[in-house]
Nanobody, 121 residues
Framework: QVHVVESGGGLVQARGSLRLSCAASTSTFSIDAMGWYRQARGKERELVATITRGGSTNYADSVKGRFTISRNNAKNTVALQMTGLKPEDTAVYYC???????????????WGQGTQVTVSS
């Protein structure tokens, strides 16, 4: 019921910058929190940053001060501006959308297909 599409990954040198974008489309659900997760090869998926509909943000300690998450509620989009990139930021980045019917509290997670970010040293 929610279609999620990411864009903006690629190859960048250490200390460089990248911007990831995500667009969610739904005709039936209300979208609450949006966020970014990442999964490096051989590791579990981990939270990078989330943002509520009201604009409250949460960041992983490893990216605080380097990454900035933002969203546009009218367009159901979320972006992740990444600066000061490090080789350890290399991973597949996934957009996450929490959504559900507006008249219930139940929410489900919807994921994009992922976009590769590779940081060379």
């Amino acid at each position: 019921q929610v279609h999620v599409v990411e864009s903006g990954g690629g190859l960048v040198q250490a200390r460089g910058s990248l911007r990831l974008s995500c667009a969610a489309s739904t005709s039936t659900f209300s979208i609450d929190a949006m966020g970014w997760y990442r999964q490096a090869r051989g590791k579990e998926r981990e939270l990078v940053a989330t943002i509520t509909r009201g604009g409250s943000t949460n960041y992983a300690d490893s990216v605080k001060g380097r990454f900035t998450i933002s969203r546009n509620n009218a367009k159901n989009t979320v972006a992740l501006q990444m600066t000061g990139l490090k080789p350890e930021d290399t991973a597949v980045y996934y957009c996450n959308v929490r959504a559900g019917y507006s008249w219930t509290a139940q929410r489900s997670d919807y994921w994009g297909q992922g976009t590769q970010v590779t940081v060379s040293s």
